[in-house]
């Protein structure tokens, strides 16, 4: 993975993520290191039979962060087939959708909400956040990772380059779009050598 080149090709992100699919898995690292488990902490740790929905979920970064929640219900949904049929956890449910469409669940079937490396790829994000809400039971929390990429990422897959289709959305537009969609929310920065890098957006349903 590289960053941003004049004059190449752009996939939408199922055709991209499915033709990287299988290496994938080698920038986890890469990609852990963004968020430093900080989001971990804002996890409920005091709730049984917990419902997960974990948004782009591609082929389970996250699971290992979740899965120690002991979900009772457990769902992965991703618009990348191939990558989804990569997610190793036990018990998950794996659904294919496409985030900037009605999402297939009924009102308040979830407690808990995921959203990383999601963003940047969803053009409508009020739709989306209006369809969490929607899907989230009161007083249950979305836990978002917004990362500040000024580069775009270039992937390399045999000898063939290419960018992910890219929305830029900045913290403070999401902030407003989320506090329309009646949601609560506490923005933490995440900072690297004094800059900071992104952030982690804890939001409750109101």
Known sequence: MSYNQKHILIHTPETG???????????????DSFEKGVFVKFL??????????DLGAGDGRLYKFLAPLKPTRYVACDIAEKLLKRHSGKDVEKVICDLEDTLPFDDESFDVATSFFVLEHIEDINHLFGEVYRILKSWWVLIVGHFIQRREFVWKKDKDQFRIKFFNHRIQDLEKLLKKNFFDLHVVPIR???NTIGHIIVCNKT
């Open 192 to 194: 690297e050598e004094g």
């Open 17 to 31: 993520y499915n033709t990287i699919a299988d290496q994938y898995g080698t920038y986890h690292k890469h990609l």
């Open 44 to 53: 409920p740790k005091w709730k049984d039979n917990l419902q997960i929905i």
